[in-house]
C-alpha cells in the first residue's frame, strides 16, 4: 500500500468514526514535518506548532464535513500554509520596520553585501516608488500602521491602501531583484 493509499486508508477511519487511532497515526506521521513548513512561513516555532494544532484541531472536529479533492498530505500542508499566512496577516508578523529591512534580505552564505549596503538598497528602491505608493508603504513598514490606519489618516479606502501596497511590494520586488 502507498504512502498515499495509507493516508486516504485512515481519513476514511477519522471521517466515518472518529477513529482516535487513526487520528493519532496520521498526527505523527506529518506534525514534524508541518510544524517545520509553517515554521519556514511564520520564522517561529512556538507560533509553527500553534499552526499545526490547529490544523489537527480543525480536522478533527470537521472530518465529516471536509472533502479532500487531493491528496490527505497535500491537503495538511496546503491548510498549513493558508493558516500561517492567515496568522502573518492577522498578527502583523509581516510588518517589519523599515530600519529592519537590511536583516530580512542579508544571508551571509548567498550574499557578501553588508546590511547598511542592502538597506541603502532598499531605501534607494523605496525613493523610486511613486508618492502616494511610497508614503502608504513607509506608513506601513515605518510607523507599522495598519491598512485601516493608514485609510483613515489618508482620507482614503482600505481596497486603495491594499492596492497601493500590493503595487509598492512588487515594484520593490522588482527593482531589488536587478540589484
Not at 517561529?44 to 506548532?49: G, P, T
Not at 534580505?105 to 553588508?114: G, K, T, V, W
Not at 523605496?126 to 506608513?139: A, N, T, Y
Not at 506601513?140 to 493608514?150: G, K
Request: hydrophobic share 40%; with cysteine; charged share 30%.
Amino acid at each position: 500500500m502507498s504512502d498515499n493509499e495509507y493516508d486516504v486508508h485512515l481519513w476514511l477511519r477519522i471521517e466515518r468514526g472518529g477513529e482516535i487511532a487513526a487520528f493519532r497515526e496520521l498526527f505523527d506521521r506529518y506534525y514534524a514535518p508541518l510544524c517545520r513548513f509553517a515554521e519556514f512561513w511564520l520564522r517561529d516555532r512556538a507560533s509553527a506548532e500553534e499552526v499545526v494544532l490547529d490544523v489537527y484541531t480543525h480536522v478533527w472536529q470537521h472530518a465529516a464535513e471536509l472533502r479532500i479533492t487531493v491528496s490527505v498530505r497535500a491537503y495538511l500542508f496546503r491548510a498549513v500554509r493558508n493558516r500561517a499566512l492567515n496568522r502573518l496577516r492577522d498578527d502583523r508578523f509581516s510588518y517589519i520596520p523599515f530600519e529592519e529591512l537590511g536583516e530580512v534580505f542579508a544571508s551571509p552564505e548567498s550574499l557578501q553585501i553588508e546590511t547598511d549596503e542592502i538597506t541603502q538598497l532598499v531605501a534607494e528602491a523605496v525613493s523610486q516608488l511613486p508618492g502616494r505608493c511610497r508614503d502608504i508603504f513607509l506608513k506601513s513598514r515605518s510607523e507599522q500602521l495598519s491598512n485601516a490606519e493608514i485609510a483613515a489618516e489618508m482620507h482614503i479606502s482600505v481596497k486603495t491602501v491594499e492596492a497601493q501596497m500590493s503595487k509598492a511590494l512588487r515594484r520593490l520586488r522588482g527593482l531589488l531583484h536587478k540589484e
